[in-house]
Structures are given as C-alpha cells and as structure tokens.
C-alpha cells in the first residue's frame, strides 16, 4: 500500500527542505485567494509526510506523537494555514481513519488520501454544538444493508476540496463513525466560510440529508466511536501546540532580525529597551513552550489516554503564539501591520489557535477537572493502602 519510497533521511530535514523551498514561497499567495493548495498537499504526500503515524505497512512513516510535532511546527513556521490544511488530512482523517478502519476500508481509502488524491475532512462539530461535541444532533438510523445519516457539520476543514469525510453521528444515543463520500445522494457541501486567519485551509458546512451510508462503511463497532473520537482530539491538540510553537519561533526570528538592525538615528535596536523587553519575553515563552510541547509529545502513549498533556501544551503554546506575533509586530511597527510583510498574517493564525481544536475556556475546563480527579483517586487509593496497613 506504499504511496513511494520513505526516505532513510531524517523527518526533520525533509520537512524543512520541503518548508524552505516549497511551503514558504506560497504561502501570501494562499493566504489571498483563500485557496487550498492542493498540489502542495499532493507533494507533501510524494514525500511521505501525510502518513506520519501510519504503520509502514499502510504506507505510513511509521511515526510517532513527536515526529508529527515536529513536521506541524516546521510547516507552521513559514504557514500556519497550509500546516491545518495538512493536520485536517494527515490527523483528523487519515490517523483517525486508519485507526478505525478494516483492511478492506484501509486498502479502498488510504492510498487515495495518503497521495493526496483524495481530500479527507472530520465532521465532528455542528452549528449547534461548537466546542461540546457530545451534544451533537447528528443521528443515524439503521436500515436495510447500512444506515441513513441526518444532520449538519460545520466549520469542517477542506470541506470544499473533500472527496470523503469521517462522520461522527449517534447511534442508539452513542457516537458512531462512519466514511462518507462526498458524490453519495444526501451530502451536499456548502460554500467556502470567509475567516479571519489559516485562509489557505477552507472550511465549510457539510449536511447530510436522509444519506444512505452502507453497512461497509461503518468505521469500528456501532455505538464506540467516542473512545477514538477523544484520543483524536488529544492528538490533534498537541499538533496545533506545535503548530503555535512554529508560529511563536517564527515571530522570534522576526525579532532578532529588526533588533539587528539600526534606528533612523543609526543607533541599534537591540539597544532600545521597549525592543530588548518583547524579545526576551518572546524567546522566554517561546522557549517554554517548545520545552512543554517536546516533553508532552515525547512521553504520550496512545495506550494510555490522558488529556491533561495535549489540554495543557495547546493552552499555553496557543496563548504563546499570539502573544508572540503580537510583539512582533509592535517592534516591527506600522510595516507589522502592513500585508507585506508577513507578520499580520501569522497574528491573524495565531488567533485561530487559540479557538480551533477546542478553546482556551474548555481546556482550562479540562485541565481543572482531571487535575481534582486524579487527587482523588490518588488520596482514595492512598487511604485504602494506609486501612490495609493499620
């Protein structure tokens, strides 16, 4: 099932040759039109970077949490808009699908999107929903040789460029997954959602009206799909910290390169204080950001689910990001404003961060309620160890 030959390069080099000569350069250009590149997407495929966490079995890398760290940092750091772009196919879809899939769905599905041939999107929140996916009204009813699926996704990341979408409905009141092909009767996909930043991801509306979904297109067992719904969520989540963490690092080097320059009364500007004081800042945060980010991605064990890591890096990284571009664009002036150069554009990203893949709201949410459940559970089974003792 390989799409072509992994290279014995390290992951980290290709990436960020592919950044240097490839992802950079287009990056304004995508950002204007508010396009998908997809040819872009399809090289990144030929050079096996959209199956990172695949088994090279399934055409994968044979990746893991870190490797995809580092290729969503790297790619962030010329743009953050064609790095969610490649998360939406390379996490949402293709990790999510391969771990749910059979071998008949992985071998009619994973070629296709691991070339880029075909387009994947995750169609998980709904207009009414937003951040609580388990309040989603999407239902699916058994019939005759499948299912019929109704309801509405939003907000669904290269919808308009979608050939298939992984579908999140309930099933007798749980989460089920299913594969949806975008030319069965019922799919429609509505026009591109104009947004503020990651232009070059375009997101849509997906509905689903009586569609017909048959019974081998079932991902997993009917009713289970909220365990592999929540790991994807972790996932996805350290993936966007790395992706903050690229765009804070890239707004650092901005810095440095103004602070080396001269003032209009040729004094340098690493001299002035107000440029002293963002730049150190920025690096500080930065730094610990991508400290925290490595340690959570290094240590996670997709056997062992715990969100308390991937809520608490995207926490940070995403407040880290924005407030990095925004100093970088107060040390750059009114030329950071300006189009130009580049630094309005990753501001206008790093905003995103702090609201896609959940919010800085339901992370802290999360973050607090693990934290007093674990005590809990620790004092609870401290308590039993000390009764048994006495």
Known sequence: MSVGTVAAEPLEEIVARFVQDEVAPQADAHDRSAT????????????????????????????????????????????????????????????????????????????????????????????????DVLAMRSRAERVPGGYVVQGAKTLITNAPDAQCFLVYAKLDGDVTSFLVERDRAGVSVGPPIDKMGMRAAPMAELVLDACFVPRQNLLGRERAGIVQMMRNLEIERVCLAAMAVGVAERCVHEMIDDASSLDAAGRPRAEDGHVQRHLAEGHAHTA??????????????????????????????????????????????????????????????????????????????????????AARIAAHRSGGRDAGER
């Open 36 to 131: 998908l590149n997809r040819a872009l997407l399809a090289r990144a495929g030929a050079l096996g970077l959209l199956g990172i966490t695949l088994p090279v079995a399934d055409g994968g890398r044979g990746g893991d949490m870190l490797d995809a760290a580092t290729a969503h940092r790297r790619l962030a750091w010329a743009d953050p808009g064609f790095a969610i772009a490649f998360l939406a196919q390379t996490i949402l879809f293709t990790h999510n699908f391969a771990a749910l899939a059979d071998e008949g769905q992985r071998r009619r599905v994973l070629p296709r999107v691991l070339a880029a041939e075909w387009i994947g999107g995750m169609a998980m929140t709904e207009p009414s929903g937003g951040t």
């Open 288 to 373: 610990a950001a991508r400290s925290l980010l490595d340690d959570v991605a290094g240590r996670r064990n997709p056997a062992l689910a715990s969100r308390v890591g991937a809520d608490s890096v995207k926490l940070f990284a995403a407040r880290t990001a924005k407030d990095v571009a925004d100093r970088a664009v107060q040390v750059r002036g009114m030329a950071g404003v300006c189009r130009e150069r580049g630094l309005e554009r990753l501001l206008r990203d790093a905003k995103l961060l702090e609201i896609g893949g959940g919010t800085l709201e339901a992370h802290q949410r999360n973050v607090a309620l693990d934290l007093v459940r």
